[in-house]
């Protein structure tokens, strides 16, 4: 009883109940993927996957319009911001219907290129790409703001969105189809939107920001759309080019992998989420961040070793109870993938460490081991195996030069 009545006074943090929203969102995403894979199978599962890692794609360069919007909402007030506001919501609007557009004119390409079975799923797929610029700038503000009530309400309402409406469509009207799962993202976006909050979309003459603020805004952005290109390509550039390179059943067996081995990075997400505001506010007050990396750091150091420890010894166990028997063949490679992963999610943490304190060199950094990644995948595919051995060397390599890094930044530590 009493320590019922202890937990009920102890009142849950904002900070806390977002980072039990994210895990709830990660795990919905793992739900709805592991469902894919079981109803699908691995060569039908392979279409889905693409469309998945586009939706990662998209993710990530929507990333820095919320990321720029979390900045900025921390550091600008009252006219400053709503101008900054306005300006930024007319960007990512431009952006994402340019980016959609391109999509859809594209799609029968699209669909070469990656081996699907149909290009009618990129064009619903580009028709929502506008709606995911403008939720993210949506959330932006959340984050810089930190409401993370409202941050944690509108992930929850994209990711239960997507999975039920998605899985609703295959198991009442049985199709399993490519085109149900990109109308069950497209849909989701819409549901991200909220909550959503009108923003004050005025004319640059009535709200215009000083040179310096618009000279601040540019170069944060140019550098965070850099670093997130280089997200992209680390995170997502060895899916497609085995989509590319290898068969539709080999393709679906890798798609699998890798997500069972993401599970780290995706974790590594909710606290690069609190750490850019925090760090932010830090510098601007004057304090120390050094600590909330350090803190960070250790977090996922420690699961990531769980994890790979868990696919090391339990690699069949994990993959039948998430995917099935048809998945087997990749139970060997489960734990390397996991190890790929890891490096690369701390080595994130830095990046985005710096990229708060208006430090870019780790952004280059990054930016040239994810280009190696893909040109060792390119020159370096005659099995799965060599793949993700590639992208251990390069992980490995990115890790140690961000260690060095900090290590001459920070001879001196508070």
Known sequence: MELLATLKSR???????????????NGGNYLYNLILGRILGPAQFADAAV??????????????????????????????????????????????????????????QLQVVFNTSSSTMFMVFGFGVPLYFLMSVNRGVFQGKKAFKKLSITYQSEMLSRLIIT????????????????IGILLSFVFGLI???????????????????????????????????TQIIINNSDILLVKHYFESYDAGLYASLALIGRIVYFIAWMFVMLLLPTVIQLKKEGKETAPVLFKYVLYIAGIAVAIILGCVFFPRTAIIILFGKSYLAMAPLLWKYALATSMFAISNIFAYYYLSLDKYVPVVISGLFGVLQMGLVVFFHDSLEQVVHMQILAMFLLLIIQLIFFKLNHKKIV
């Open 11 to 25: 009142k849950i943090t904002p900070e806390q109940l977002f980072m039990l929203s994210v895990l709830v969102v």
């Open 51 to 108: 469309l998945i890692t586009f939706l990662l794609v998209l993710s990530f360069a929507a990333m820095t319009f919320q990321l720029v919007t979390a900045k900025f909402s921390v550091l600008f007030e009252n006219e400053i911001f709503k101008s900054f506001i306005s300006r930024i919501y007319k960007n990512a609007l431009l952006t994402g219907a340019i980016m959609g557009m391109l999509i859809v004119v594209f799609s029968k």
């Open 167 to 182: 899985l609703g469509l295959i198991f009442l009207f049985k199709i399993q189809s490519s085109v149900v799962i990109s």
């Open 195 to 229: 909550p959503f909050k009108k923003p004050e979309i005025k004319s640059n003459k009535i709200f215009k920001l000083s040179k310096e603020n618009s000279k601040a805004i540019k170069s944060f952005f140019v550098i965070t759309a850099f670093y997130e290109l």
